[in-house]
């Protein structure tokens, strides 16, 4: 019990305790002591899209469950340290602020001289991103009279400068001098269609093929280069047994699961799978949207809600599918994730039960709703805030509400405004600010998010009374 009141204060206030204990203590005490390690793993690790961040209040990324399993391995509890960049991470190691740095730190010379690089190598490269055709390009040699658009003084633009000496020239790049882009934007615009080809780091581009499967990343534009944790020069124990664990049948199992969940899985869920309005409204029969009408209106009345809407948001969820899992774990017709469920008073094993998700999901609105009150007292309004805390959790919101009132936006308006500052969230120019408490967060989705439930609430309401 007192995990879930824990749980339900992370997701309300939409921050979270960087030091909050995972694996404990007790029989892992003697086991550290005879590993050498400490009690408390204290790791360094910065927000971004493949390593740390948050999502409806919970703690994700790929470095961060990686050092999570080590650390369980050994019985040991962790706190995290969230840096600005990986300078100051270094710093943090060489002071002792810091046991290990869970973040890709190059393996070169120059680092070398300053960290003790540690466990399972990553191996990335810089990528062409292209759409998918008949006629993708195979070959750097296919881009001599090509547009390639790049991030201006971004590392992708030397390498394709440099690519083009290479060839002889004739790539035509263009640098975006803008500091609200990054890669993920450019990516977003060759899989819309905004623009023809850009080039990225292999790991970002694998994230995000699982958004936009319509894009090809397959051309290699650059050498590899060679990344994994450090540790301090003088903490080769330490060393050694992240060694000894990456090499251990129980982390290629770790690391198989994990890359699947980040780098193959796909991340769109049925927000991505458009239907056709006429299908949905085919789909209204006799004033009954699906078969668990009973308990959204049950629900709804129950926290003061309309049961359209909570149907609007079991359709854009789950299309009403009780046995749906996401990528992240979210359960369910109204996709729960587990520390939402257990905040609520509702366990792991009745999660999938659709009476106790819809009820669960109703009080969980209900909630947000009740928080957001004082800083967006119109009911319409608040209603999208509502659901981009659903969907993102509410601390990405909290952070995009101060973000656009920094920056004269309103603040108590989305379309426009709140919306527009959440899309910031995935620069880290913005999502280091110190107004910011959330950290990293890809907004793109939530803002879809906001407006199909939208959309489908507002055919609902045209066709069946409340």
């Known amino acids: 019990m007192r995990k879930c009141l824990w749980a339900i204060v992370v997701m309300l206030i939409g921050t979270i305790a960087i030091s909050a204990c995972q694996g404990g203590k007790g029989d892992g005490n003697t086991d550290a002591l005879h590993n050498g390690l400490p009690d408390t793993l204290v790791v360094g690790t910065l927000y971004s899209p493949t390593s740390f961040f948050l999502f409806r209040g919970d703690t994700m990324g790929y470095e961060y469950e990686r050092i999570m399993s080590f650390a369980k391995s050994k019985h040991i509890a962790t706190r ?4 600005s960049n990986l300078q100051s991470l270094i710093e943090q190691l060489d002071s002792g602020a810091i046991d290990i740095i869970a973040y890709e730190v190059p393996i070169t010379h120059e680092y070398k001289k300053l960290v003790l690089n540690c466990g399972s190598e990553n191996i990335t490269y810089q990528v062409l991103v292209q759409p998918k055709s008949d006629s993708v390009i195979t070959n750097v040699i296919q881009l001599i009279g090509k547009d390639i658009y790049v991030e201006k003084g971004s590392k992708y633009e ?4 440099n690519l083009d000496d290479e060839i002889g ?8 001098d803008e500091d609200t882009i990054t890669a993920e ?9 905004k623009l023809p080809l850009t080039v990225v780091n292999s790991d970002i581009a694998q994230l995000n093929h699982t958004y936009y499967s319509n894009i090809d990343i397959s051309l290699q534009v650059s050498f590899r280069q060679r990344a994994s944790w450090a540790v301090s020069s003088s903490n080769q124990m330490l060393a050694d047994s992240i060694n000894a664990w990456s090499n251990s049948q129980a982390s290629g199992a770790t690391d198989k699961q994990v890359l699947r969940r980040y780098f193959e899985m796909s991340k769109t869920g049925f927000t991505g799978s458009p239907v056709s309005d006429a299908k949905v409204i085919a789909s209204i029969k006799h004033g009954i949207i699906s078969d668990y009408d009973a308990f959204f209106k049950q629900h709804a009345t129950d926290n003061n809600l309309d049961w359209r809407f909570l149907a609007a948001i079991g359709w854009v969820e789950s299309q009403f599918r009780p046995d749906v899992v996401s990528w992240a774990g979210a359960r369910g017709i109204m996709q729960l994730m587990p520390r939402t469920a257990c905040a609520f008073g509702l366990s792991i094993d009745q999660i999938d039960d659709p009476d106790r998700n819809i009820a669960t999901a109703a009080k969980s609105i209900a909630h947000l709703d009740a928080i957001l009150k004082r800083k967006v007292p119109d009911k319409v ?12 959790g509410i601390g990405h919101i909290l952070d995009a509400i101060a973000l656009a009132r920094k920056y004269g936006k309103n603040p108590q308006l989305w379309n426009g405004n709140v919306a527009e500052s959440l899309l910031l969230k995935s620069n880290p120019i913005y999502y280091n600010d110190s107004i910011c408490k959330s950290g990293y967060f890809r907004g793109r989705q939530t803002v ?11 055919i609902y309401c045209s066709k ?3």
């Open 381 to 392: 309004e608040r209603q999208k805030f509502v659901l981009a805390s659903y969907n993102a």
């Open 158 to 161: 030397a390498r394709i400068r």
């Open 185 to 193: 934007d450019l990516i977003e615009k060759v899989a819309t269609g």
């Open 169 to 176: 020239g004739g790539i035509r790049i263009h640098t975006i």
């Open 448 to 458: 879809s998010y906001v407006a199909n439930v939208n959309h489908y609430y507002s």
């Open 80 to 83: 995290f340290v969230i840096g």
């Open 464 to 466: 069946i009374k409340k």
